[in-house]
Structures are given as structure tokens and as C-alpha cells.
């Protein structure tokens, strides 16, 4: 019955796209009276009148825009165990727990069966698409995906990350291994409660079933890189454990993984430890290490966009001449859009939005100094309906989904980069109020504010003050790390600097954070102490490029465009590194 439901021609598929993108303003339409009429005893949406109605004319002028803060305390209840139809007429299944831009603490977002089916549509399109122009018939791919822990709400919903919520669901493994992208590595290595135990066991698997590997992959670009880093460390062991058919002790100790990985490993195979060894010893600084070992790999595929960009490179390398294709863009509240242009080079990628998946609107931006996204101060002009988009244009993404959110804004700063028929091709631009990220972390101005004001306690205890700051994502070497810029009222003591440093370090608690911090994903954290005046200079240099003093605020984050002012603010510092993690 399940494979049936998850027969899969690509043809078909594509067929299907095309036919939803030709008219996106009735699918859009169709999709938002669907979301209402499904949804119209919701309390949220009964409270602010829609009474029934399903227009998009009567839903903008009854629903206004809203941000998470607005549907907390509604998501709340939910999860303390409230089942009236508070957001939606079902009740969601469970909780899924984004990155967490706001205060660090994660956001709670409903998460129901609706969003199962719009990411099976995503997956099965993005594949027709890859698959027309890489084909692959049979075979696995190697992916580096970790479910994370769940745990129960008050109300006894399961709480854990969308990715983990969709893995275990029952549509994934079936729809996996109909579109050739069943995962080498048993469920107890995906779900497993180390980290760095799942990833050498990903490798090892990988390594077993070398020959079917045909895709190469992880959610985010960043896993890849950090799956052969971790590789060029432990490529001996792995080795070892094939020859002898034994999985490390030391490298896996959690019954469940040594349990699932040793039933693979069952007899000794010395014929292809000396093939690893061999193809390992005969390549330059690692450079093509993905096709040498898997030499019937198609592509490399994961999000490369955005944050991740950064890890093309290093992918590149490690990818010798395989091509790597950037996949799709969502988010825990809902997906937008998917690659349907694979073989575009991932610094290029866009997103066609998919119309049925949610209704969208877009909230037109203007930036006064065109600058880097973190340093952008964008005008806002009323949304605009999916195909009302213009080419060149910037927007914020605002969705109603089928879990319960309306006109709710995402806080993702896209580009329209064209049109697939008569729906959007966008690219990605940037998180609206991130601002600091490496990998997977997520900071916010807030985060930073609250990061600074508790490091500042040390201060306030020796009468010194944080006069102004700023912060800096530095990618320029690997792995990248955060530096904090501050100037202080007056000199302090370096034993004071470096509690300040540790304490700013420790002070990020968003989840993307810590674990990549001790993962050792992100470099230690810089607080460089700037001389007295620095952050004049700062203000002069933007008064000079035509800023008004009046709406002057210190730029919290430097982007790394943002060449004029990284140089003042590199000037005469005396700099610390975090000793938090080590
Ligand atoms: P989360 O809800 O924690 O999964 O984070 C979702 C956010 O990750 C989105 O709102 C985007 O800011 C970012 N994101 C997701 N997919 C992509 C992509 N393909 N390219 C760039 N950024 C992405």
C-alpha cells in the first residue's frame, strides 16, 4: 500500500508542476479558501471576523500580518494541551522547534500531517527536476542527517525540529527509497544520541555500500564539509573496522548504533579496506575524495544558499568534479520553493515557489544604501499577492500555511530573479534580523544585545562600561568564527577581557550554536577592544557616505562586504579568544 502510494515517475511529476505554475493566481487563490475553509472554526481567525470568508481581499483586510511574537501565546496553549481549534479545526500533531532567532531561545511552531504531504511534494519535485538531468536508477545516497532529541510538551505533544518530525514520519523512508535517495545508514544512526558517533557511522556505511552510493548528501552544505573533515581524521579507522569487520569501540559506544552498524559490518572485508586505503593514499590534499570513493555518485546535493555559501568552496574541493546542485528553501513554519534548475551553479540558485503549498505574500523592501544585507535598513511598502512580484525586485516572505499561520512573516529577505510560467523564481537573500552565522547557528540583534549586556556584568563589577559594540560572522579562515568589537569607557585589565570574552562566548545559547561550538564547526569567539573613538569614526564614515546623524544607530553587525568599516574597526585593538569550550 505505501510503496504504491510512493510509485514515483518523474515525468509525471514535473507534468504536475507544470501544470500548477501555469495559473499560480488561481492555485493560489484555490489554496488560501482551502486553507480558511478548513480552518474556519479556528478561534484565531473567528476572533478577528473572516466569519466564513475565503477571499484573499476579505482574509488581508480582516488578518493582519504577524510575527512569531504575535502567535505565541496561541502556539502555547497549544503545546500546554489545549485541543479546541485554537489555530487550525484539527488539532496539530506535534511541535516542531526552530534554530531560535529571538532571545535564543528556539521558537515552537505547530506541525501537523499537511506539512508530511507539502514536503513529499517538495522532495518528489526537486528530484524529478535532479533526475532529468542527473539520472540515478537504483541506488542510495549517502546522507548526513541526524534527527534530534524530541521531547513531550506539558500538553504531551512531541516537540523536536521540523527535519526530525519529517524523518519519522511515516511517508519518508517509503518516499526515500522511491526517488533512489534511500539513506545508506540504518534509522538507529540517524537517531542516534551522539553526534559524532552517527557521522564516522554515516562514513562507515557510506563506505560499505560505496559502489550504489549515487548521491551525496545532507540538509545543510556545511554537514558534507564537516563529514570529510572529520573523514580525513579517521579514514585508518574506518579502515581498520572494514578489515576486521568490527566496528571501533571507541569511536561507537551507544548500543543501539553498535548494535544496528555491526550487523552491517558482519564478516571481515579486507578487499575493500585496501580499495579506501588505496584511493585515499593516491589523492592530492583530499582534493576529489567524494568521486574517488563513490565512484557511481551522481551529485552532491544540500542547502548551499545563503548562510551555507560559504561551504561551496571547501564542497567544491572535496567534490573534485561532481557536480553539486543547492536544494530547496523552507523553514520550520512551512516550505517555499524548490531547485528546478539543478545544473545552475549554487551561487546562482533560485527557488520556484510552489503555489499550493501555502499562500504567500511579499512585503516590498527598499534599501536606501543597496548595502549588505546585515547592514540594510529596508523601507517597507504593502504586500503584495505571489504573481504580483517584479524581477529585481526585494521582498520579505510573508505565508499562510496549513499548520495555522496566517500572513505570517518569515523574516527572509528574497530577490525575484524570474518567473517559472506564471509563479516566482526566487533567490535568497538573507534573514531579515539575523545577523551573526557561520553554519547552522543562528544570532539575532537581541541575541547579541543579551550576549553583551551579561558579559558587561564582569565589566560593571570593576565600574567599566560598554560604550558601543558591533560584531563581525568572520568566514575568512575555516572554521569560521564570531568577534566582538567593543570600546569601553576605559582601560581594563586583561584577566577582565578574557572572563568577558568567555562569558560573551557562553552567552550565545542558540542550539545551532552550542553544538557547533563544541563540534568544533565554529572557531573560538574574538573580542577585540577597540581604542577609544573607534566608533566615531564609525558614524563619520557613514555620515560621509550620505547616512542622516538623527537615524544614525550603530551598525550591530559589519557584513562582509562591508570593507570601510571592518578596516576601522580593525585598527589598534588588543584582541581575546574564548576559552569557554575548550
Ligand atoms: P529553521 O526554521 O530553523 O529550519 O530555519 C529556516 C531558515 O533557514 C529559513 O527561514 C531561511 O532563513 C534559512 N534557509 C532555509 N532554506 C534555505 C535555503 N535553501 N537557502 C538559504 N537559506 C535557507
Partial sequence: MLEKKCEFNGEEVIAEFEELTRDATAVQRETLRRILADNASAEYLQGLGVAGRTDPDSFRACVPLATHADLEPYIARIADGDTSPVLTATPVTSISLSSGTTQGKRKYLPFNQELVKSTMQIYRTSYAFRNRAFPVEDGKALQFIYGSRQFTTKGGLTATTATTNVYRSEEFMPTMRAIQSQVCSPDAVIFGPDFTQSLYCHLLCGLLYADEVRIVSATFAHSVVLAFQTFERVWEELCADIRHGVLSPTRVTAPAVRKAVSALLAEPNPALADDVARKCSALSNWYGVIPALFPNARYVHGIMTGSMEHYVKKLRHYAGGLPLVAAEYGSSEGWVGANVEPETPPESATFTVLPNIAYFEFIPLTTSDGGACADASYAEAEPV??????????????????????????????????????????????????????????????????????????LAAEKLEVVDYSSHADVSCDPGHYVIFWEL????????????????DRAFTDPGYVGSRKARAIAPLELRVLQRGTFQKVLSHYISLGAPVSQFKSPRCIGRSNAGVLQILSGNVKAFFSTAYD
Fill in 385 to 458: 499577492g505571489l504573481t504580483e512580484v517584479t524581477v529585481g525586485e526585494h521582498y520579505e516572505v510573508v505565508m499562510t500555511t496549513f499548520a495555522g499561520l496566517y500572513r505570517y512573516r518569515l523574516g527572509d529577505v528574497v530577490k525575484v530573479a524570474g518567473f517559472h510560467n506564471s509563479t516566482p523564481k526566487l533567490k535568497f537573500v538573507c534573514r531579515r534580523n539575523l545577523m551573526l552565522s557561520i553554519n547552522i547557528d543562528k544570532n539575532s540583534e537581541l541575541d547579541l544585545q543579551l550576549a553583551v549586556d551579561c558579559a558587561a556584568k564582569i
Fill in 489 to 504: 569607557n576605559a582601560e581594563a585589565n586583561d584577566d577582565v577581557l578574557q572572563s568577558c570574552c568567555d562569558e560573551l
